[in-house]
């Protein structure tokens, strides 16, 4: 039966004749989230079409009514809205998570780009990996919408976007205070305070947030949290300004992923640790201010200004006694710990301005420095780093200025076409080896290319081009600079349509096609840049949306895609295959959600995830995960509500994650056996049932 529900074929003809859509259509354009208005998902959304429209299919706007009873086991899962997109987790709690979309395993964030109010989440340059996407610090109670771009076709989108963007922002105002206590099994516990007050002819928005919890792994994981925000606004849509304050820290002890072998046969649980002694600890503090500005009746601006101070100490043992150092009389392992220290800040100005009836010139420049400190990785044992055989200091500047003529040229036709030029400094100062840092230095040209047919009735089509990149590690690019670039190129294509089927039934059908020059990887747990060759992802997604009343919502969307390299893989002459390891090519997710003007409301979550090849030849192959979550509540007149929430309510055995590497337990060296080549897993948590506690006033 599950071989049927989830055949591409399938799925794709039941969604075609059975439509329904994930997250709306919005004409909101992706920088103008200071002046958001009002987005209802109705049938005049598609047909008011405009110079604000979306630029293609894959475009979309989720908002806060659509987050608020939407069950999720992490703070990041919200990125779940985004059709197709996967988020999960193969190590502690306070460790970013791992992303999938669009044939990438994106690892912690290489090829999509996230900013939260404004700032660039993806570090550059990162202890752990390059593109590092760490969002364990939102509150999803305060997110006022998401506002999601696939593909490299935007000139505003720059570093780490050839899969997409994500812009998330937090609300300006708030009326009432709300007080939420959640306990649950594991010792879970999250205790929210927030809300807003008029302070000085402006408002203030707050929220403090405390949260524990030990999970289902036989070491516990210890995992502590401290979060809190502060956000003031005034103004109005025309002349208004935000200045916000954040404050983040974590500490936990991570459970990573055992080898099958081990768990087949019964001498490590599926929920076990080979190594007690992994985890972490982080912070994130930040200062960021956004300005919104009418500069005369055809010149509108909109800037951010922001300073972060971040840190991570991480230790991980992912391979346990596998390397060759019978000479250690203390038998340390495999364990590394990787830590990173720096300071980011930066900007942005945008610029609109309506030339005339028909055009309308946007344009703008961005800048972000890096100032590292210090990161680098070492062996260690319990945490405590004894060979350090990487440091160091970086420093890196990215600028870029851009712009994009958006043409309404009839009531059927309109393009965008646009230009991006990115330049990145770095310079790399070795604190092991003074005479391996260096310097260097590079610049690109982006165009993009949008066109939009339509509407004809309800429905409209999307033609899209657009050409990105990822910037790589600077400690790579200076120590092998013959073969690793500074920016690796990409270059998308796509084609999409978008149709309201009937007032309350909205479909978006995508082909798209990426192609990158090289996958080039760092891989931080050796300090190293691994160079791959050129790749090519392709593939269909189709997203519905159904609301017949206003109190029900039905979504579904389905991807598919295929991810090869270019050529041939070799390893010392012999072929290996064209598959890129670990690359997604199903999801299907649905869910659904009520809330009754009697107070009851429920949401469920169904999200399959299917089996992905690990290696080049395709061989090997990870196992498919299913998972459904649940939750239900009643408000009550007196501003309490009392929720509960099922995570993974069929208590599925499935894995959040699965890698093929090679490994070696303590006691397989001691027999002389040498490290083995095994899948390895870390699996999904769980049935775990979690009561909430509301009170509004």
């Given at each position: ?27 909101v354009s ?11 998902v109705?049938?005049s ?5 405009g110079?604000?429209?979306?630029e ?9 009514a659509?987050?608020?009873r ?26 970013a ?22 700032m ?8 752990h ?6 969002l ?5 109670e ?15 989108a ?35 305070a927030?809300?807003?007050?008029a302070?000085?002819?402006g ?35 025309d ?21 099958q ?19 972490g ?26 300073v ?9 043992n ?10 250690d ?20 100005l ?16 961005e ?21 350090l055989?990487?440091?160091a ?16 040229w ?21 604190k092991?080896?003074p ?22 009735s ?12 990822h910037s ?8 092998n600079?013959a ?5 690796s ?6 084609l ?15 082909a798209?096609?990426l192609?990158?020059?090289?996958e080039l ?10 160079p ?8 269909l ?25 270019r ?23 649905m869910?659904a ?17 299917g ?12 196992a498919?995960s299913q ?6 509540g ?16 069929l ?14 337990t ?31 006033f």
């Amino acid at each position: 039966m599950t071989n049927l529900i989830f055949n591409p074929l399938v799925i794709s003809c039941f969604v075609v004749t059975c439509p329904a859509y994930a997250a709306g259509f919005s004409g909101v354009s992706e920088r103008s989230v200071g002046q958001l208005e009002e987005v209802q998902v109705t049938g005049s959304a598609l047909a008011n079409t405009g110079l604000a429209d979306a630029e293609a299919a894959s475009v979309g706007t989720v908002l806060a009514a659509q987050i608020a009873r939407r069950p999720a086991l992490r703070p990041a899962e919200l990125l779940e809205t985004i059709p197709g997109m996967v988020v999960t987790q193969h190590s502690g709690d306070g460790k970013a998570n791992q992303y999938f979309l669009r044939g990438f395993n994106l690892d912690h964030g290489s090829d999509f780009a996230n900013y939260v109010d404004g700032m660039p989440i993806n570090m550059v340059s990162h202890g752990h990996g390059q593109g590092y996407t760490d969002l364990n610090f939102l509150i999803p109670e305060l997110v006022d919408h998401i506002v999601y771009r696939k593909g490299p076709y935007y000139a505003e989108a720059g570093d780490f976007s050839s899969a997409g963007t994500a812009r998330t922002s937090y609300v300006r105002a708030l009326v009432n205070q709300t007080v939420k206590l959640t306990v649950g099994e594991n010792d879970y516990a999250r205790l929210l305070a927030f809300g807003g007050v008029a302070a000085a002819d402006g408002q203030l928005v707050y929220a403090l947030e405390s949260q524990q919890n030990d999970g289902p792994w036989q070491v516990p994981e210890g995992f502590d949290k401290a979060n809190g925000v502060l956000k003031y606004s005034r103004g109005d849509g025309d002349n208004a300004y935000s200045l916000t304050a954040m404050a983040y820290e974590a500490d936990w002890t991570s459970t990573d992923q055992v080898p099958q072998r081990l768990v087949s046969d019964g001498s490590v649980d599926r929920y076990g640790s080979l190594d007690d002694s992994t985890g972490g600890d982080t912070h994130r503090y930040s200062v960021s201010a956004e300005f919104w500005t009418a500069l005369n009746d055809g010149l509108d601006l909109q800037s951010q200004f922001y300073v972060v101070d971040y840190a991570l100490r991480l230790s991980s043992n992912a391979s346990y006694y596998s390397r060759d150092n019978s000479d250690d009389p203390d038998v340390r392992g495999d364990q590394f710990t990787q830590f990173d220290n720096r300071l980011t800040l930066g900007g942005q100005l945008d610029f609109i301005q309506t030339l005339n009836k028909v055009h309308e010139l946007r344009y703008g420049g961005e800048v972000r420095l890096d100032d590292i400190s210090g990161v680098g990785v070492g062996f260690s044992q319990r945490g405590l780093i004894y060979d350090l055989f990487a440091s160091a200091a970086v420093e890196e500047q990215a600028l870029s200025v851009y712009g994009s003529v958006h043409s309404q040229w009839t009531t059927w036709f309109a393009s965008v076409a646009g230009l991006r030029y990115q330049t990145i400094d770095v310079a790399v100062s070795d604190k092991l080896d003074p005479t391996a840092g260096g310097s260097d230095r590079e610049a690109l040209l982006s165009p993009k290319l949008s066109l939009r047919i339509g509407p004809f009735s309800t429905t409209e089509f999307f033609f899209n081009y657009g050409e990105g990149f990822h910037s790589n590690d600077a400690r790579g690019v200076v120590r092998n600079s013959a073969a690793v670039p500074l920016m690796s190129e990409s270059v998308g294509y796509e084609l999409g349509m978008r149709s309201l089927l009937a007032n309350d039934i909205q479909l978006s059908v995508v082909a798209f096609r990426l192609d990158l020059d090289s996958e080039l990887v760092f891989v931080g747990d050796e300090s190293t840049t691994e160079p791959r060759d050129a790749s090519r992802r392709q593939g269909l997604e189709v997203s519905v949306f159904y609301q017949p009343v206003d109190w029900f919502v039905l979504d579904m969307d389905f991807a598919s895609s295929e991810t090869e390299f270019r050529q041939v893989q070799f390893d010392n002459g012999q072929a290996l295959g064209k598959y890129v390891p670990d690359s997604v090519e199903q999801v299907f997710a649905m869910g659904a959600s009520i809330e009754l003007d009697n107070g009851v409301y429920a949401g469920l979550r169904v999200r399959y995830f299917g089996p992905r090849k690990l290696t080049e030849g395709g061989d090997v192959e990870s196992a498919s995960s299913q998972s459904v979550n649940a939750n239900i509540g009643y408000r009550f007149s007196n501003g309490i509500a009392l929720g509960l929430e099922i995570i993974n309510a069929l208590d599925e055995r499935d894995d959040d994650i699965t890698y093929y590497y090679a490994s070696r337990t303590l006691s397989e060296r001691n027999a002389g056996i040498e490290p083995q080549l095994d899948r390895h897993s870390h699996p999904m948590e769980p049935r775990t049932y979690r009561v909430t506690l509301t009170y509004q006033f």
